[in-house]
């Protein structure tokens, strides 16, 4: 008789990162996401260049931990945040880290660059909070466990 494996469950808390500018919202977020009772671990920035600091390990971020999910608002100071989803899904080490967006705009033009840049999703605010729980919790359980790399394995370019 032979048994089936079972699958690899990972206890580490998946690490999002959250990309807003506006302090009510990422309150808001992050009341949603500790609510939801899933096992994250979440780092804000303020800005896209931020948010790309941190994504590129430089300067202060340097031993940054690198996201299993990026919580990405779209309306950003400096560099927009379709300009951040860009840069994510180019770049090799970045790319397969699955980007939500998380914005306010219903523009049709929006949400088709959205995609169309490889947005894994899209959700407007503010956060209907069962919507919400349930994104992140799909991803956690399916894209962190089934796709990610293990964390002693680095993404070669």
């Known amino acids: 008789m032979t048994s089936l494996a079972k699958p690899h469950v990972d206890l580490r808390p998946a690490h999002i990162l959250l990309v ?19 096992n994250i671990d979440l780092f804000r920035v303020k800005d896209g260049e931020e948010a790309l600091r941190y994504l590129k390990h430089e300067q202060e971020y340097e031993d940054a931990k690198l996201p299993s999910l990026i919580l990405l608002d779209l309306n950003l100071p400096g560099i927009s945040g379709l300009d951040v ?15 939500a967006v998380l914005t306010n705009s219903a523009v049709e033009e929006d949400i088709v660059k ?11 605010k503010p956060i209907d909070f069962e919507g919400f729980k349930t994104v992140v919790a799909s991803l956690k359980n399916f894209w962190f466990t089934l796709v990610t790399l293990p964390s002693d394995i680095t993404a070669q370019p």
């Open 85 to 99: 989803l860009n840069e994510v899904k180019q770049d090799p080490k970045l790319l397969m880290i699955p980007v």
């Open 20 to 38: 807003e500018d506006q302090d009510a919202d990422a309150e808001l977020a992050q009341i949603s996401l500790s609510r939801a009772k899933l």
């Open 114 to 124: 959205s995609y169309s840049r490889h947005a894994n999703c899209y959700l407007r």
